[in-house]
């Protein structure tokens, strides 16, 4: 099922409005667009967190549009953020659909579109990343636009960015030569991106540990998680109040009543379990969307399923340009204009699933693999197919677990499964994985009990299964089409990188035939010391 881009046009759209004292010339919308690197949507006030503070969130929510069913096709942060900029899912996306990676020169992204209808596009934090934006008509590629990076603060902790964001958007604004041109902004939150002072939450953020409604029940409970989460939330806090300072700047100057605001995430938290993996914790993503003079009926709460992938064509829709003018391919997303507006949606079928997957994020497999996986999310259910159940998701024991975040709830993990008390935690995240999965996500948001065995459940598992190949076959996924493991050949960012799947965190090297899946002895002190 497919829904094309519907191309309305600038003038169509109820939300423009005319440029003072010229009563015929139609303002095309400005566009803020926010983004956090590794929040869950679950960590947001408007969702309903009782132990991170998001007033900010929460009133775009309030005055706006809040989606509870918002996915990242990819929850790793460069395909993520590619299928953002491209619209297209990262299985379509060559390169860019893995982590440090090359972005292809042909892939067209709707920053340099929107710059060719003539907005001002600029950035500030993270834009994508990591890897290579590569060249195109012989200069480096700018896929978020115009760097502002040189304010700086004195930030929360000793971990977070110096990056002072608001007083570089504001820098922005005031530099601009002509205030009739629109313009497009992306606020690229560098956090809660690890790593985390220990002890920041509840030294500086002034909570404690006690305060944590539930531990999600694939990670021990104990002090050091709970701290660990603490720690996270505190820096979701500094992504709310950058993000509150920037409204009012735009209040300040009578520009918020005409600019599209888009706040969101990459991915989810960087905890075991959670980011890099296709659970609910992981590519489950925050979407609130205020438009004052776009939105119909503010302040509703959306339940559709959707995608990143539909980012895109709301922002070209509403710039009133077409996506072939910047070379993007043909996009698979539909538009969220409809729902802003709380009109009929050309595209409703689209919004009844959402798709998924994974290729290679960060190494540490035998021959650098990827672990890739392809899924589905309706009617409250998730079905996931591992592709290479045989591989470890985390990567492997002799680098670490690569593929997880070191953080100190992994060391807890890790630390029980040594010490032979508990190794639960250990099975759930760096052990292997069944070759398909199937969650009610509605009553199991942990995804702990996999239903994919159950009779009653066949028919269904079936069917997802089905309309899930269906469809990926129909957007010319490899893996689909006898050439999955290209992704496996594309190179990271550096070429000439080592492998370093053999490689301990001290440098020793172990070589794989040998390994017998110990894991080094020095890897628990080196995440102690690193993380505390």
Known sequence: MRCDFVFWGAAALGGLVPVHGQDNTMRRPNILFCIADDAAWLHFGAYGCQWVSTPVFDSVAARGVLFENCYTPNAKSAPSRASLLTGRYSWQLGEAGNHICHFPEDAGVFTEALEEAGYDVAFTGKGWAPGNPGMKNGRRRQLTGEAWQNRKLTPPTSEMLATDYAANFSDFLSSREDASRPWFFWFGCREPHRRYEYGSGAAKGGRTTGEIDRVPAFWPDNETVRNDMLDYGFEIEHYDRQLGLMLARLEELGELDNTLVIVTSDNGMPFPRAKGTQYEYAHHMPLAVMWLRGVSAPGRREAAYVSFVDIAPTLLEVAGTDPSAAGMAPLPGGSLVPLLRNEADPCAALRERALLGRERHDNGRPGDQGYPIRGIVRDGWLYLCNLKPWLLPGGNPETGYRDIDSSPTKTAILQ??????????????????????????????ECLANRIGDVSCRILADSLRAELFRTLRGQGDPRMTGDGDVFDRYPYDKPGKDSVYERTVSGEIIPWEQSNWVLPTDYEQYEIVKNK
Do not use: I, W
């Not at 032979?420 to 009553?443: C, F, I, K, N």
């Open 416 to 445: 029980l499964r040594r010490s032979g008390q508990d190794r639960r935690y250990y099975d759930l995240s760096m052990g292997q994985r069944p070759a398909e999965e199937l969650y009610h996500v509605e009553t199991d948001r």
